[in-house]
């Protein structure tokens, strides 16, 4: 029996204040105009600052009212703070953002985006996605058609990282089909990855039991690509020391370099030894659509699963990356997991959380599908070829301009130079401070060189003109140095 006294008792929903209709629509009205301004004043800055100024993390932590508190704030406060945020983050999607391998701004992509966030779809089942998980079977079914896995699949995961992942989780499966239920077991598993290969290769053996000095790293040519006789040779010498070779990863698009591992002499290899074989081709794997550059992926058709981020290349905004494997079934295999509150459909091919790694899972595929069908895969092919021909030019001038030195032809879309006698960390770091530039370095052949990267086609020649007169203004300023780093780095 209750004995408080009803004056007490929390009231019922339907006695709580009510707050019309009428007045809900007006503040989300509101609302939105205020996020257009807000989006509208942004394209403005970009055009007039396209560098933010620098700021440490004290300066931005004085300057900007980023505390959380108790109670909340009136709009006009949050929206003034999210405008001051917005004016000091950095501006990766103007002409002057070479630092990364994403960039620019394709409308199109962008919308996508903004409508994926609208929808807040979860793309584990058809039942809370519909149409959205439709259209990224589509996208998968067509991406894997690409590489010439006629029979594959396909899933999107949160990067390339994750679908580097996903593929060595596949192939650690595969070579010890208990080790799901019973953890790896045996002897000492190893992997093989050229010495350019991106740094998730070693960071996911750390994660999935196989280990990080498991990880052989093979030594490459003068070009960054793979040598086929000593990954042979070091596949040998593992065996002989009673280790477990099972997995071989082909980096086709080197972060830095942008080079390409031989896939057909890898293929080859894997097939002789009997090992996976992923490709990390997520740089690379946009030049599947472009009748030039497909020739540097050859043979990819028979690698057992592939990386590909189209948030790379292809003007969709972070993040878009793919799992693709050559047969159907492993993703199932190696990720399905019985959840009686979620799959509980008859249709099992179209709830894709079966196969991912999330269980809720954003919507990476409405944006990527807007733009593959405003452009078809001629329109990606032209914008891919427009890159590589960025990349081409940049590299010209560079050898044409005095003071500036090419490390090497560009393998793809990135290229690596120096200021003759200047540091290349003080060359881009003033770069940025001064608000010119945004670019990084990397090292090649043991020297610290600046990497400009050509991914986005709102760059044009004129843009690649400023920035290397940014960077001969600077330049003297850096210090005098050479650029060779010790072996360790
Ligand atoms: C060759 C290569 N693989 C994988 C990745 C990781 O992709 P993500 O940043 O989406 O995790 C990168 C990122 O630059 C890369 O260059």
Redesign the pocket.
């Known amino acids: 029996m209750n004995t408080r006294d009803p004056s007490e008792q929390a009231p019922r929903p339907t006695d709580r204040p009510k707050v019309s209709r009428s007045s809900e629509a007006r503040v989300r009205s509101d609302r939105y105009e205020r996020a257009f301004d807000l989006i509208r004043e942004h394209f403005e800055r970009e055009g007039s600052e396209p560098v933010a100024a620098y700021r440490s993390p004290k300066e931005l932590h004085e300057e900007l009212d980023l505390g959380l508190s108790a109670e909340g704030t009136a709009d006009e406060v949050l929206f003034e703070a999210l405008r001051s945020i917005l004016a000091r983050t950095p501006r990766t999607t103007s002409t002057r953002f070479f630092n990364q391998?994403f960039g620019g701004r394709g409308d199109i992509g962008t919308i996508g985006e903004l409508l994926a966030a609208l929808l807040n779809s979860s793309m584990y089942t058809f039942k809370a996605g519909g149409p959205q998980v439709l259209i990224e079977r589509e996208l998968t079914r067509r991406m894997a058609r690409l590489a010439g896995f006629e029979e594959g699949e396909g899933i999107f995961t949160p990067?390339?990282?994750m679908s580097?992942f996903t593929g060595m989780l596949l192939a650690r499966n595969v070579h010890q089909p208990r080790a799901r239920e019973e953890g790896v077991g045996g002897r000492r598993m190893t992997v093989y990855a050229s010495q350019l290969c991106?740094y998730?290769i070693p960071k996911n053996a750390g994660m999935l039991g196989i280990g990080r000095e498991n990880v052989r790293r093979i030594a490459t040519d003068e070009r960054g690509r793979m040598l086929p006789d000593a990954l042979r040779r070091a596949i040998g010498e593992d065996r002989s020391a009673g280790c477990d070779p099972f997995l071989i990863v082909g980096?086709c698009?080197?972060?830095v370099l942008g080079a390409f591992d031989p896939v057909e002499e890898l293929v080859e290899i894997a097939r002789e030894e009997g090992l996976w074989l992923h490709l990390?081709a997520?740089?690379g794997g946009s030049l599947l659509l472009s009748d030039r550059a497909r020739g540097l992926l050859a043979g990819c058709e028979a690698a057992d699963s592939m990386?590909w981020?189209a948030h790379k290349l292809l003007g969709v905004p972070l993040?878009a990356?793919v799992i693709l494997t050559r047969q159907k079934g492993h993703l199932f295999g190696s990720l399905s997991q019985k959840a009686s509150y979620l799959f509980q459909s008859d249709e099992d091919d179209y709830d894709l959380g079966t196969r991912s790694i999330q269980c809720g899972r954003r919507n990476d595929a409405l944006k990527l599908w807007a733009v593959w069908k405003s452009q078809g895969d001629r329109g990606l092919a032209t914008r891919v070829d427009r890159l590589l021909e960025l990349a081409r030019y940049a590299a010209a001038r560079i050898r044409d301009i005095k003071g500036l030195v090419l490390a090497k032809d560009p393998e793809s879309v990135t290229v690596c130079f120096e200021v003759e006698g200047r540091r290349s960390e003080e060359v881009c770091e003033l770069l940025r401070r001064e608000q010119r530039a945004l670019v990084g370095y990397g090292i090649v052949d043991g020297r610290r060189v600046i990497r400009l990267a050509c991914v986005t086609d709102d760059i044009e020649e004129s843009d690649l003109e400023v920035f290397f007169e940014e960077v001969l203004e600077v330049a003297p300023r850096a210090s005098i140095g050479d650029n060779a780093v010790a072996p360790e780095e």
Request: hydrophobic share 15%.
């Open positions: 391998l990067g390339g990282s580097n991106h998730s980096t698009g080197t972060t990390d997520a740089l990386t981020n993040s990356s």
